[in-house]
């Protein structure tokens, strides 16, 4: 089973851009769907974006689309979200998460195992 830890979080302000990363420990990492997810306070977590093993299929939440792009490396075990023009209602922990699923899902159940989260705050 793998263990999953974002970083690349920060301030940045409206417009700007971030790249967050989701390292995994383990040799399987190539074989989940990988997703990425946040939780502003006092709501819900939401789906943000996912992706297939091989990387060839992707996700997103039509809130982000034209503006995030998930990828990942299987050779680094790691996967990525570039996320450019940065909007106050980005503001949120974001989560990278794992899934053993046959398909790249938007449901947060659908994922087993989780990162602790990285804060990403999108204030001027």
């Known amino acids: 089973q793998v263990q999953l830890v974002e970083s690349g979080g920060g301030l940045v302000q409206p417009g700007g851009s971030l790249r967050l990363s989701c390292a995994a420990s383990?040799?399987?990492?190539?074989?989940?769907?990988m997703g990425w997810f946040r939780q502003a306070p006092g709501k819900e977590r939401e789906f943000v974006s996912a992706?297939?093993?091989?990387?060839?299929?992707?996700s997103y939440t039509n809130a982000v689309k034209g503006r995030f792009t998930i990828s990942r490396d299987n050779a680094k075990n790691t996967m990525y979200l570039q996320m450019n023009s940065l909007k106050p209602e980005d503001t949120a922990v974001y989560y990278c998460?794992?899934?053993?699923?046959?398909?790249?899902?938007?449901?947060?159940?659908?994922?087993?195992?989780w990162g602790q989260g990285t804060q990403v705050t999108v204030s001027s």
């Open positions: 383990g040799r399987t990492f190539s074989s989940y769907r």
């Open positions: 992706i297939s093993w091989s990387g060839r299929g992707t």
């Open positions: 998460a794992a899934s053993s699923r046959s398909y790249i899902g938007s449901n947060s159940d659908e994922y087993s195992i």
